[in-house]
């Protein structure tokens, strides 16, 4: 069955430094996320991509933050300048819309730690 | 914008008893409500979902209602099992011309004692 896949499984990194978070999503799918959750806290949406644009962002997706998606498979999402508040479980998701079908399907996660 | 909140945060229940969830919702333009299972170290995985042209749908030993009126959703899971322990989440979400946006619920950690 396919699947979302994300890389790497556990990010370090020093504050002020920047990260690229990678996912790889289902491959015909056409709808693609970033989330996060602080450790304790509820899954928060940060970013929609459609159509090699944002579609949607929250409060939280700040200039900091971006996403890209450089080739036909990986979606990135890149922090620029590292804060420790920062430091949370960063889900990616895809979609397909087929008719009112649109599941997203969730990778299992990059845990970054900004020291 | 919208607000899920989900209670109770922890549930704990003998094997083969039943465990409700329940969830409400502050937008009433929501129309899309999915669940999902998130085991330890694992993304989020959907266990069924339903949308507010239907009031009641079950999977099996899973089924979700909801009330579009009061704005309230409920996941019902029966004949509980072990395996059925993990982190659930509710979340809420509408159409938005394109991409949708879920909106979260808390989670709730099902303990089933064997």
């Known amino acids: 069955e396919p699947e979302v896949t994300q890389t790497p499984s556990h990010q370090v990194t020093q504050m002020g430094q920047e990260v690229i978070l990678r996912c790889v999503p289902i491959s015909n799918h056409l709808y693609f996320y970033w989330y996060r959750q602080i450790l304790g806290q509820k899954v928060e949406f940060l970013v929609s991509f459609y159509n090699n644009e944002i579609s949607e962002k929250s409060e939280i997706f700040d200039d900091q933050f971006s996403v890209e998606r450089p080739d036909g498979s990986n979606f990135t999402l890149k922090i620029r300048s590292t804060k420790l508040e920062d430091s949370a479980m960063y889900f990616c998701?895809?979609?397909?819309?087929?008719?009112?079908?649109?599941?997203?399907?969730f990778g299992p996660g990059t845990r970054l730690t900004v020291l | 914008g919208e607000n899920v909140e989900q209670h109770p945060s922890t549930l704990s229940v003998q094997e083969g008893d039943s465990a409700v969830i329940k969830c409400t919702y502050s937008?009433?333009?929501?129309?899309?409500f999915p669940w999902y299972k998130q085991e330890l170290g694992k993304g989020p995985q959907l266990i069924i979902d339903i949308r507010s042209n239907v009031g009641e749908k079950k999977d099996q030993r899973i089924a979700v209602t909801l009330n579009k009126t009061a704005k309230h959703f409920s996941l019902h899971i029966t004949e509980t099992q072990p395996e059925d322990s993990a982190v659930y989440f509710c979340a809420a979400s509408r159409s938005s011309g394109s991409a949708r946006q879920l909106t979260f619920g808390s989670g709730t950690q099902l303990t089933v004692l064997p």
């Open positions: 937008d009433s333009a929501s129309n899309y």
């Open positions: 998701a895809s979609s397909v819309r087929v008719g009112s079908t649109d599941t997203q399907y």
